[in-house]
Structures are given as structure tokens and as C-alpha cells.
């Protein structure tokens, strides 16, 4: 099992309803997989640096950050991605390899300036 850490960005006008099924939808993409999940972690509210442009949506200046720790196959990154790259709720999506289980439980206070 490889493991990941995904940081999304949710576009702030973007329903929290829908934003939980995005979140449920993503993790039945890494677990029809053979995948599982080990942390969503919600950051809040933020601003960002620069705004973002998101084609035919608009131009944001905040969203909501989430970040998701998950283990699975390589090919669960390729479903994962076309999962956000085609909704309109998700601004920015990272999906980074981890070197181990150790990297994934960094405290809370990490994320925070």
C-alpha cells in the first residue's frame, strides 16, 4: 500500500452539503480501489495569496481547505484526479506521495502559520 496526503480547496459559494458529498465521493473512489482512508482533516476557512481562477466558475480570493490522508494503489491518484478536475466546487487539488505511515500524523498546529 502506497500512501498519500490529497490538500483540497472547495470554492466558498460551494454548498456544504455538497461539499460533504464530494468529500463521501472521493472516498468511495480510493476504497472501490482497494483503498482506505485515514484522516480527512478539515483547516477552515482560508484566504489565499493570489486569487484564483477557476474557467467558466470564476474568480475566488477564499475557500475552504481540507486535507486527506489515504493509502492505495498508484492507480487510485488517476481516479482521484479526474474526480476533482471535473467538478466545479474544487478550486486546487495536491496529491503527494508519502514516504511512510509516520509522515501522515503530523499535529494539527503544523497546518497553521
Known sequence: MVFYETTLLI???????EARLLLRESVRTITDQEGSVFRILDLGWRHTAQPVTKPRVGVFHYGRWYVMNWGGPPTAVGELKQTFQYNTGVLRFLTQKLRGPNDMYRPRSTYYP
Open 11 to 17: 470554492r466558498g459559494n460551494f454548498p456544504a452539503n
